[in-house]
């Protein structure tokens, strides 16, 4: 079983014109903590994760899952 923490972080930055830089400062992390995240090279903590979603005003599960999201445009089955 992968333990992948797939996200959309730079769907919601792109869609509110936020630089990965504002979003760390907001959320007190270094710049390069958020381009790790959206690349998946790193899996938020429980803490961080509900901030990043605090941030952009939506439930954590339209941020993080534990499967990959449907590409845009792509219909579910």
């Not at 930055?13 to 903590?33: F, I, K, N, S």
């Not at 958020?34 to 990043?52: D, M, N, V, W």
């Amino acid at each position: 079983m992968s333990e992948n923490v797939y996200n959309r972080i730079a769907l919601l930055r792109a869609e509110r014109g936020v630089t990965r830089r504002q979003l760390a400062d907001a959320l007190g992390v270094h710049y390069q903590t958020i381009g790790y995240l959206e690349r998946g090279e790193y899996s938020p903590s429980l803490y961080l994760a509900l901030r990043i979603a605090g941030y952009f005003e939506v439930p954590v599960e339209v941020v993080f899952s534990t499967t990959p999201f449907p590409r845009i445009g792509e219909r579910s089955a």
